[in-house]
């Protein structure tokens, strides 16, 4: 049994003119060692999906079905307080833009034996010892524990967050969007800490982004969602070498490369479709190039095609 | 580059005052100090010519563009547009002027006024600048320009207010907008950072159309290498204040001479779970504050080649081959 089971998850926000389906009866899994990437463009319901692993749901969100099984116990029916242990100890997160999300008024010393004293009794210099420990974790001296964030870099306060999280040794680790709004040193800088972090602590790692090479440089497995559902679910390297559904091709079709040949790229012709009245059958239908009339009649199923999960009437 | 430059940058300079308290502007016996965020940079842009600068956070690529549109106003240094000394231009012939110099916002959310329709966002770049007889000429010039961009048929997007448009679709508004009044030169700053991967390429072919159909100079600021190498001639790279490295686009690509362009390429992520991820050639950060005088090369305290000589002065940028430049003494 894996680790994290997510088994037909059901999000939706009961808005005035009806319900958006955010996420849409999705499944997937991560095991122990495993780094799992979720791709998608904004709004394609990624961070609803997560929130839910750590049972945030704000009204008028609420999770309508399905399971979240962490280590043979579903989240979904826990009680308040063991989602307040699960939270930090069990599944930690940094959240989008952890460069604001600090306090500002607070030490990022107190920001992180704030999160130790929560959850463990342990003596105020045995917290700050840990607290150091963890500042030195992410590459920044355990001298700065004093600091406030105004003084660290986007960067930096990046990786406190990051030493926030996993302050108090949590078994899997959720980063949203981690290096967006970084600058591209600073953000290979932190994809390193990520990949020494997943080492050194045999971490495994829920990874959102809509940056497929942030993928490819750190996920074993990866997820790509699109309009509140997970069209295909693949290992990395055979997702990139040889995509079989026509949004994940084209995404990647999509993406400028450094490297190699100056390929032509494309863009996908309009946009995702409003999740209150989605089209009927494929969502991706409207702007897909292999589109056939079943698409326009029946959601594709979910299928298993060379040991991955595609969602395509191509591959009936 | 063509032979004919439309834009001339000659030692420009822009520097801010740093914020100082009342009682140390009365007492402090320093002179007052300055932020350099644009510090002694020349470069051309010929006709039609697409130069991307690219740099990190912070670096004065952004205050750069503003400054050539003068929406910053330089310390010191001269631009010149076809001849013309931009910065000594009054108001009223400057703004005569910004009707050839014209720039593309990042925040495609931000830039346009949310409770103008599409069609009255155009409308007021053509009566800014009086460009139509009435009201008819107005609306032909408006559907012609919606067309042009992409935003076809005009009929459905003529009444829409920018919440209403994806992020794309407002960007191509606020391309639009510039468009419409035939500029020569466009300054677009981060145009597709905001937007999604998927819709990125869309502005970035319109953006080349702009060039290849009205024969539009563009200057193309970015942090992002990958976008530009798609788009750009010629790239030029900044580090605080400067231009380290300034060539034709596949030329630094390939072979990048500065520490600090080596390092920008090689940390640009590929997108192939097979490619290793190389060590970066540089150490530390950017200073969050940048100093305010430099008399040795801005880059040695990150720079794994640094040594004495590198301490002592500030390399000039120095013609190696060819159109290709670069401001470091170990680059030869």
């Not at chain 1, 409003?274 to 299928?303: H, K, T």
């Not at chain 2, 001339?8 to 822009?14: R, W």
């Not at chain 2, 039609?48 to 600068?53: A, K, R, S």
Request: hydrophobic share 40%; net charge positive.
């Amino acid at each position: 049994m894996a680790l994290l089971e997510v088994e037909n998850l059901k999000i939706y926000y009961f808005t005035g003119a009806g319900a958006v389906k955010a996420v849409d009866d999705i499944s997937f899994s991560v095991d122990k060692d495993e780094t799992l990437g979720l791709i998608g463009e904004s709004g394609c319901g990624k961070t609803t999906a997560v929130f839910a692993i750590m049972r945030f749901a704000a009204p008028p969100g609420r999770i309508v079905g399905g399971k979240i099984i962490f280590e043979g116990r579903d989240i979904l029916t826990m009680s308040e307080e063991e989602v307040r242990l699960l939270r930090g100890q069990g599944v930690a997160m940094v959240f989008q833009a952890a460069q604001n999300a600090l306090n500002p008024v607070m030490t990022v010393g107190d920001q992180i034996t704030e999160v130790i004293n929560q959850h463990e009794k342990v003596t105020k210099e045995e917290a700050w010892e840990r607290a150091r420990k963890q500042l030195e974790l992410v590459g920044i001296g355990g001298d700065r524990a004093k600091g406030y964030p105004h003084e660290f870099s986007g960067g930096m306060k990046q990786r406190v967050g990051i030493a926030i999280a996993t302050a108090c040794n949590p078994r899997l680790l959720i980063l949203d969007e981690p290096v967006t709004g970084l600058d591209v040193i600073v953000q290979r800088q932190l994809l390193n800490l990520v990949n020494d972090l997943r080492e050194k602590l045999r971490l495994p790692i829920i990874l959102i982004t809509h940056d497929l090479s942030v993928v490819a440089e750190t996920c074993s497995k990866v997820a790509v969602m699109y309009a509140g559902k997970i069209v295909e679910q693949a290992d990395a390297v055979s997702l990139y070498k040889n995509p079989a559904h026509p949004y994940s091709k084209l995404l990647i079709e999509a993406y400028p490369s450094i490297k190699g040949e100056k390929g032509k790229l494309i863009s996908i012709p309009g946009a995702p479709p409003g999740l209150l009245n989605p089209p009927v059958g494929c969502y991706f239908w409207p702007r897909c190039p292999s589109a056939m009339d079943i698409c326009q009649e029946a959601e594709p199923p979910v299928q298993t095609k060379d040991g991955r999960l595609v969602a395509c009437h191509l591959y009936r | 580059m063509k032979d004919q430059a439309i834009l001339k940058v000659e030692n420009l300079k822009t520097y801010f005052p740093v914020r100082r308290n009342f009682v140390k502007t009365i007492f402090s016996r320093k002179k007052r100090e300055y932020v350099r965020a644009v510090d002694d940079v020349s470069f051309n842009v010929g006709e039609g010519d697409i130069l991307g600068i690219v740099g990190e956070s912070g670096c004065g690529k952004s205050t750069m563009g503003r400054t050539i549109l003068r929406l910053v106003e330089p310390t010191a240094g001269k631009i010149y547009y076809e001849d013309i000394d931009v910065t000594s231009l009054k108001r009223r012939a400057m703004r005569r002027l910004r009707r050839k110099m014209q720039m593309i916002f990042q925040d495609p959310h931000g830039s346009l006024n949310p409770r103008r329709t599409v069609a009255d966002i155009l409308r007021q770049s053509v009566r800014i600048h009086r460009l139509a007889d009435g009201k008819a000429e107005e609306d032909a010039m408006i559907k012609n320009t919606l067309e042009e961009v992409g935003l076809k048929p005009p009929e459905e997007f003529w009444d829409r207010y920018p919440v209403l448009l994806s992020g794309g679709q407002r960007q191509r508004v606020g391309v639009g907008r510039i468009l419409i009044l035939q500029p020569k030169l466009v300054v677009a700053d981060e145009p597709i950072s905001m937007l999604d991967v998927s819709v990125r390429m869309g502005i970035i072919e319109l953006l080349a159309q702009l060039r290849e159909k009205f024969g539009i100079s563009l200057i193309y600021i970015t942090h992002d290498l990958a976008t530009a190498r798609y788009i750009c001639d010629r790239i030029a790279i900044m580090y605080l204040g400067k231009i380290v490295e300034i060539a034709p686009t596949e030329d630094l690509l390939k072979t990048p001479l500065h520490p600090y362009a080596q390092a920008l390429i090689a940390a640009v992520p590929v997108p192939d779970p097979r490619v290793e991820m190389k060590e970066l050639p540089i150490i530390g950060y950017v200073p969050l504050i940048p100093s305010d005088v430099y008399t040795s090369c801005r880059f040695y305290p990150r720079c794994p080649y640094a040594d004495k000589e590198c301490r002592e002065q500030d390399p000039p940028l120095i013609e190696v081959s060819p159109g290709h430049s670069v401001a470091c003494i170990k680059a030869k």
